[in-house]
């Protein structure tokens, strides 16, 4: 089972849809729903705490793994992630992805939470940075108007590559692991 | 050390011209700024506020950049939360850019950023943007998307 406790919020992104819980359920776990949204990202998931979770290209490649840490439906779904296909990526420990799902009026808030197990540098999260803005606007664009955005997936930002390629040399979190309280 | 600071990006579908009409008219400012009046002119040096619905002056400040089209930014003052007054003056940047987009789903989108960034000191002030910014702005993009905002309040 996941130790979500571990995690702490890297990055968050919140947005306001016009929608429903249930709605912004669907579209957060069914795979032909993420990928109008998701940079044409399918979402495979087994709908139970500690089920697999997979990320899928659109030419069916993994993109990212990991398992189920919270199935509350339609309130909070949670699964760790780690990348595959890139390299060093996939060397990083695992970062954990909360969606929260609260009614806001006649709106729906929903916070993503990028959560990370050490003390990652700005350099990798600024990957994050980047993507999550596009797949959370396409998302409330898709609901709200039912068309995506469908905004390109940029990459990794410049800097990104390098940094993760010296934190898996490194392994900074083996050492904070260690080192225990401060 | 970096000052404190909010980013927030979103992507809208519509155009640069009509995010930056969104953005310094008064009637639709309104509109997606929960009943908010804004007052001032889209040039460098003029004063700028917003007032509460009950004509209370909510923020103040001055344009000090406006580029139609790409960039907005105001010097910005709290003026009804005596706490986050203390923390004296911030810089709030707009800044419109066209986005990349895959041409065959033909969903071209312009990207929005707005940072919002303390002079000085403090936590209160951020913290308090930090929960506004997200509300405003997903109100915008449902406005200039839809026609309606997303909620009233």
Known sequence: ????????????YVTYIATTPEQVWQALTDGAFSQQYFFGFRVEVEPRQGGAFRLLYPDGRVHAHGEVAVWDPPRRFASTWTIEG???????????????????????????????????????LAGGRSGWPAVMSSLKSVLETGKPLSIANEGPPPGMVEAVKRAVAEKPWLKSATAGSR | MSKPKFVYVTYIRTTPEKLWAALTDPQTIKKFWFGMTAEFEAKAGSPWRLKFEDGRTADSGEILEAAPGKRL?????NEFKPELTAEGWSRCAMEIETADYYPDFGGKAVKLTITHELEG?????????????????????????????????
């Open chain 2, 121 to 153: 000191e403090g936590t209160k002030f951020i913290d308090a943007v930090s929960g506004g910014w997200p509300k405003v702005l997903s109100n915008l993009k449902s406005l200039l998307e839809t026609g309606d905002v997303a909620f009233q309040k």
């Open chain 1, 1 to 12: 089972m996941v130790d979500i406790a571990k995690f702490k919020p890297g990055t968050v």
């Open chain 1, 86 to 124: 890139m390299g060093e990526f996939g060397e990083l420990p695992e970062c954990l992805v909360t969606y929260d799902i609260d009614p806001s009026g006649e709106s729906v808030k929903v916070t993503m939470t990028e959560g990370h197990s050490w003390d990652i540098p700005d350099a990798i």
């Open chain 2, 73 to 77: 930014v105001i010097r910005w003052r």
